[in-house]
């Protein structure tokens, strides 16, 4: 059997650095939208800019990188026994999808006062729903797909709505019919399971570990509870068009901490016939 981060290897296509005399290793790319998995020495101390990086118990940790971030970014690790080593990870940029759409009246655009309130409101049930941090790796058996359709939107993308820049786009889109089952890509507890938000409609956010989570928005249907653990695989949710959305799809969305990072980039091509 493959261990865990040898299966995060072939899952998610990443590049290897090492320190062999620290048992050190690092899994992924420094690319805007990237997570890197590393494995160390159960008991490391590990930091990224200065500040700590959750480790589990048997030495597995992820860090991440937001779709703008630029700059060199300096990781650090110190053994039980205080060996220390230091890897720059320097942030590779790329290229972002842009669509201009001019001519759309202003109510569509910007919400009126009372509905910003509610926006407020909600944004902070999110970010609450996020705060949760557990040592656990529970997305050590990697990510699958939580829906199978058509890739309608990729993360980065943004949209220029009559002349003004909105926020960029930080998920994945996949279009299927309302009512299309909606699986855990991986292992973990449920930390939010709302009906009915401004933007996101019907929205599930999933905690993998470490500052780790999914959020799955645009639900017609909820089938778990905040507190609930899953395993990858379950059915937790069905696909719909609440909220802010024009057609029945999944925006499947994920965190590191408080970057937005790109899920696409984990579980591997989706079948051909289903993604065109």
């Keep these: 059997m493959l261990s865990r981060i040898t ?16 048992a050190f290793e690092l899994q992924g790319s420094a690319v805007q939208g990237g997570l890197i998995f590393g494995t160390a020495t159960p008991g490391s101390t590990i930091t990224l800019d200065g500040q700590p990086v959750s480790i589990s118990a048997d030495g597995l940790f992820v860090i991440g990188f937001g779709r703008d971030e630029t700059g060199v970014r300096q990781l650090k690790v110190k053994s039980p026994d205080n060996v220390e080593f230091q890897q720059d990870l320097a942030v590779k940029a790329r290229d972002y999808r842009l669509e201009k759409v001019d001519g759309l009246p202003p109510a569509t655009v910007t919400p009126d006062a009372a509905s910003l309130e509610r926006i407020r409101q909600e944004s902070r049930l999110v970010t609450t729903a996020r705060e949760r941090r557990d040592h656990q790796a529970h997305y050590a058996r990697g990510f699958n797909w939580p829906a199978r359709g058509r890739i309608s939107g990729v993360y980065g993308s943004q949209r220029i709505l009559n002349g003004e820049p909105r926020r960029p786009h930080f998920g994945v889109d996949i279009a299927a019919p309302k009512g299309s ?9 449920i930390t939010m399971a709302h009906p009915d938000l401004y933007f996101s409609g019907g929205t599930v956010i999933l905690d993998h570990g470490q500052g780790l989570s999914s959020s799955f928005l645009h639900l017609s249907e909820i089938l778990v509870e905040a507190g609930t653990f899953v395993k990858q695989g379950d059915l937790i949710a069905r696909i719909g068009a ?17 970057r937005r990072v790109n899920p696409q980039l984990l579980p591997g091509p989706m079948d051909e016939a289903e993604s065109n």
């Excluded at 089952?181 to 507890?189: T, W």
């Excluded at 609440?242 to 408080?258: E, I, K």
């Design 181 to 189: 089952p909606v699986y855990a890509p991986a292992d973990g507890l």
């Design 7 to 22: 299966r995060l290897w072939f899952i998610c296509s990443l590049i290897p650095f090492c320190c062999n005399a620290l």
């Design 242 to 258: 609440t909220g802010r959305a024009t057609g029945p799809h999944l925006d499947w969305r994920m965190n590191w901490l408080d």
